[in-house]
């Protein structure tokens, strides 16, 4: 039996998830810029974040490598850290 080129579902779908969550960063840094509130700017920042953990994970399915999902849950715990002390610094005015 000859070995199909043609690409597979699971591929397919993680090529247009990609490039979902990648139009998603760049609508939510239309809200960073534009925000009309600084919540509304940590929000923007915080889905960020979190897209990016998705580009992440999704770029590791498709390569087959293990090293993203490493990579990814670090962008996860710097982008929770980060959006907890803003929010801390909007609220309060200061972070420690």
């Not at 534009?34 to 979190?50: E, M, N, Q, S």
């Amino acid at each position: 039996m000859a070995v199909s080129e043609d690409p597979t579902v699971l591929e397919w779908t993680v090529r247009a998830a990609l490039i979902l969550v990648s139009g998603l960063c760049v609508l939510c840094s239309y809200r960073v810029i534009r925000g009309p509130t600084d919540p509304d700017r940590v929000v923007a920042l915080d889905a960020i974040a979190t897209n990016v953990v998705a580009i992440a994970v999704l770029f590791s399915i498709q390569t087959g490598r293990g090293l993203f999902i490493t990579v990814s849950l670090v962008l996860a715990i710097i982008g929770f850290v980060a959006t907890v002390a803003v929010a801390k610094f909007v609220i309060e005015g200061e972070v420690i």
